[in-house]
C-alpha cells in the first residue's frame, strides 16, 4: 500500500497523456536545482526576456507595453513588480504618480494592484522614474475567463454518503479511468483533505455540495461567494462531491467526486459571466496561503479552471503558483487552457501541475491545450477525463455535462487529495 499512492499517479499519467504526446518529459535535475535557486524575479524574466519590452531597465510584457503605446485605453489596471517591495508610502507615491490608486499589495511576489492608472502617465513613469524605485517589471492586469463546453442535463434519482460496493461497481466511466474506484475499495476516500477551489463561487445548496463547503470568500466586487454562474460548482463536485444516483446512457450510474470525502474551500475569484483578472486570483491564492498557514496540520490543494492566453511564465500568476508551491508546499493544479494548442497562463507555471483534457477512449480532446507551453518547460504535465463530464449544475438539483480542460483540473485535484489522505506527511 506505500507504493499505492505513486502508482495512481503512474496510471494517470501514462494511461492518459502517454498515447497523446511524443515529448520527453522537462529536466529533472534542471527543476530540482532551480526549486532552490533563483527566486529574484529579474532572474526568471531575463530566462524569459522575449516576452518583454526592455524600457529604460524596465520590463514591461511586450502585449502591455503595446496596449499601454497605443493610446486606445486611458484607464489601467497594472501589476508592478519590484525586485525588494518598498515602503507602503513609495507604493502610494507611485500610484499618484500614475494617477491610480493602489488595490492590492502582494508581499509573497513583491508585487503591487494599481487600478485606474491613466495610460500616458504610466507610460512617463515606465520610460522615466520606474527603475529608480525598483520597478523591475510591469504588467496590464489581463483578464482571465472559463471557457466550458456545456452539454445536456441530467436528473437526480438518489443520493448517498456512502462510498459502498453498489456506488464503486456502477460508478460513472470518468472515476473508472483514473482508477478512483479501487482506491475508495482500500477506504481512501479524501477523509482530513481540503481543495481549494478557485472559480465563479460554489453553490454550497446543491444535493452534490451540500456540507462540503468549510469557508467561502468572495474576490469579485458587488458578488458573494455563491456561484451565478455553474462553473466552479461543476468543478468543484467533479473533486469532491457526494455521490448520486442518474439515468446516463440507458443505465442507472453514480456520479460522484474523486474524492467524495474531501472539503471544499470556496475562493471565487470570478464573476457570474465566468470572469476576472489577474489580481482577482493572486488575491485568492494569497487567502489560500493564509489559511493554510493558520490550519499548517490539514492537507490542501488548489484547483484552478481558469487561464489567461496573455501571459508567460513569468508572468505574476506564474510566479504567484510558483511561490505557493515553493514557499508553502502547497500543490496546485490548473487547466491547460481550451486553445487548441497554446497552453494558458497560469498553466504555464513551472511548478503547477498542468491539465490537458482526455476523452472515454483516452485520447486528447481537440480542444485541449496541447503545448509544448514553452521551450523550458514542456506542458501540459498530465492529463484527465475532460469531455462531457457529468456533475453538479448550479442553482438546481441536478446534473449537467461539461467538457474542458476546467473539467479534468479537478480530478486531478482530487486524486491528490486521495494522496494526501493516504500519506498527509507528503504535504511537507
Not at 512617463?124 to 472559463?146: H, Q, R, T
Not at 465563479?200 to 461567494?225: A, C, Q, R, W, Y
Not at 462531491?241 to 450510474?253: A, H, I, S
Not at 493558520?294 to 506564474?318: A, K, R, W, Y
Amino acid at each position: 500500500m506505500r507504493l499505492f499512492s505513486y502508482f495512481l499517479i503512474f496510471l494517470v499519467l501514462f494511461t492518459a497523456i502517454q498515447p497523446a504526446f511524443g515529448f520527453q518529459f522537462p529536466n529533472l535535475f534542471e527543476r530540482l536545482f532551480s526549486l532552490f535557486h533563483h527566486d529574484d524575479v529579474t532572474y526568471y524574466i531575463q530566462n524569459y526576456k522575449d516576452y518583454y519590452v526592455n524600457v529604460n531597465g524596465v520590463y514591461v510584457d511586450s502585449r502591455s507595453w503595446e496596449l499601454i503605446t497605443n493610446g486606445s485605453v486611458d484607464d489601467l489596471g497594472v501589476i508592478i513588480q519590484f525586485k525588494e517591495l518598498p515602503s507602503r508610502d513609495v507604493v502610494n507615491r507611485i500610484a499618484e504618480a500614475i494617477g491610480g490608486s493602489v488595490a492590492y499589495v502582494d508581499e509573497g511576489i513583491n508585487a503591487v494592484v494599481i487600478k485606474h492608472c491613466k495610460t500616458a502617465k504610466l507610460k512617463s513613469f515606465i520610460e522615466g522614474e520606474a527603475k529608480n524605485f525598483g520597478v523591475v517589471a510591469v504588467y496590464v492586469d489581463f483578464k482571465v475567463k472559463v471557457t466550458p463546453f456545456t452539454g445536456e442535463t441530467y436528473s437526480i434519482l438518489n443520493l448517498t454518503a456512502s462510498i459502498d460496493k453498489r456506488v464503486i461497481e456502477n460508478v460513472n466511466w470518468n472515476i473508472r479511468q483514473i482508477s478512483a474506484d479501487e482506491v475508495w475499495e482500500e477506504n481512501i476516500t479524501g477523509r482530513g483533505v481540503v481543495i481549494a477551489v478557485l472559480d465563479t463561487g460554489v453553490d454550497e445548496n446543491h444535493p452534490m455540495l451540500k456540507g462540503k463547503v468549510i469557508e467561502s470568500i468572495s474576490f469579485v466586487t458587488g458578488e458573494d461567494p455563491h456561484d451565478y454562474n455553474g462553473h466552479g460548482t461543476h468543478c468543484a463536485a467533479i473533486a469532491a462531491g457526494t455521490p448520486v444516483l442518474t439515468y446516463y446512457n440507458g443505465r442507472k450510474v453514480w456520479v460522484s467526486g474523486v474524492a467524495p470525502n474531501a472539503k471544499i474551500l470556496n475562493v471565487k475569484v470570478l464573476d457570474k459571466n465566468g470572469a476576472g483578472s489577474i489580481s482577482n486570483v493572486l488575491m485568492g491564492l494569497d487567502y489560500v496561503a493564509k489559511w493554510h498557514d493558520e490550519h499548517p496540520d490539514i492537507p490542501i490543494v488548489v484547483s484552478m479552471s481558469l487561464g489567461t492566453p496573455f501571459g508567460n511564465p513569468s508572468d505574476p500568476v506564474c510566479r504567484k503558483v510558483d511561490w505557493l508551491v515553493k514557499k508553502k508546499h502547497i500543490p496546485v493544479v490548473v487547466a491547460a487552457g481550451n486553445e487548441f494548442v497554446v497552453i494558458d497562463s497560469p498553466g504555464l507555471a513551472t511548478y503547477a501541475i498542468t491539465v490537458a483534457a482526455v476523452d472515454k477512449n483516452g485520447k486528447v480532446a481537440s480542444f485541449s491545450g496541447k503545448g509544448p507551453g514553452n521551450i523550458r518547460d514542456v506542458k501540459p504535465d498530465i492529463a484527465a477525463p475532460g469531455v462531457r463530464i457529468l456533475s453538479a449544475r448550479a442553482n438546481t438539483n441536478g446534473l449537467i455535462a461539461m467538457s474542458g480542460t476546467s473539467m479534468a483540473t479537478p480530478h486531478v485535484a482530487g486524486v491528490i487529495a486521495l494522496i494526501l489522505e493516504k500519506d498527509p506527511d507528503l504535504k511537507d
